[in-house]
């Protein structure tokens, strides 16, 4: 048996005043979690709780292209070795909910149109999203979880950077970069996506030795400070914890907190 336990932010460059969905998105995936649940449906509950919060960058709150468009990236993968992800993608309030639809599929990344193409064939939900104008939106939600059979998942949710051009993909739904997960550790990353495509962040954090405080040290400081940027993992051992350069709500449950 392993220990549950739950960690999820509401984005780097993200101050307090956000810390509520941030709290309630790990509240929601903490009673799965305690109920037996599995750390995969903890993950999904927690993000499309976040994907539904208007002022946090992900789904009903993605933040607006250049053109005024909102396409949305999302990710989830597991530890027993299953991806889904999802780019760009119109139309689709909860993403992270199309991208685990693709964990089990023989393809795991989709794109833009054939990403909705393929969620209207599943008959997952179809409706505008209305996005946010917000100013600052370089940012991300993600959630970690282990459950009491050791399964650990990780879940991303992007509206990507405030102004970018249609077609534009950050970190977040990026294998290595934004999400990596094994039999050892969870991460998921927030921030500047195009800096933390460039340095490989979560993976380099995942194969750095130390405690989990070190290694998402570590990662940040492949970073000037001007480049916010922020990390949540969980290991396989009980540790759990979120880290940034800058403002980043973010909450953990567990049996001990
Ligand atoms: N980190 C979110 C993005 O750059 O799209």
Redesign the pocket.
């Known amino acids: 048996m392993s220990k549950p336990m739950i960690v999820c932010h509401g984005g780097a460059g993200h101050t307090a005043k956000d810390q509520p969905g941030v709290d309630a998105a790990a509240d929601a995936g903490w009673a799965i979690l305690g109920a037996g649940g599995s750390a995969l449906d903890a993950v999904l509950a927690a993000v499309e709780i976040m994907e539904n919060d208007p002022v946090l960058?992900a789904g009903t709150g993605g933040r607006k292209r250049a053109d005024g468009s909102v396409q949305l990236?999302a990710a989830v993968a597991t530890s027993d070795g299953r991806l889904g992800a999802i780019m760009a993608i119109e139309d689709t309030p909860n993403p992270v909910h199309v991208a685990a639809g693709l964990l089990d599929e023989s393809i795991h990344i989709l794109v833009g149109q054939g990403a909705r193409d393929w969620a209207d064939a599943q008959g997952y939900p179809k409706s505008p999203v209305e996005g946010s104008d917000s100013p600052s939106g370089?940012?991300?939600v993600g959630c970690v979880a282990i459950d009491g059979n050791g399964l650990m998942a990780v879940a991303s949710s992007?509206?990507?950077?405030t102004g970018?051009p249609r077609g534009r993909?950050?970190?977040?739904p990026l294998w290595g970069p934004?999400l990596w997960i094994d039999d050892e550790i969870a991460l998921a990353?927030?921030?500047?996506?195009?800096e933390?495509t460039i340095k490989m962040l979560c993976h380099r954090v995942a194969v750095q030795a130390g405690s989990l405080q070190q290694r998402l040290e570590y990662g940040l400081s492949l970073f000037d400070s001007s480049i916010e940027v922020g990390l949540i993992g969980i290991t396989a051992n009980g540790e759990g914890l979120g880290l940034a350069n800058t403002g980043m709500p973010w909450a953990i449950r567990s049996a001990n907190q």
């Open positions: 960058n990236d370089n940012d991300t992007t509206g990507g950077c970018r993909v950050g970190d977040t934004g990353a927030t921030g500047i996506g195009e933390i």
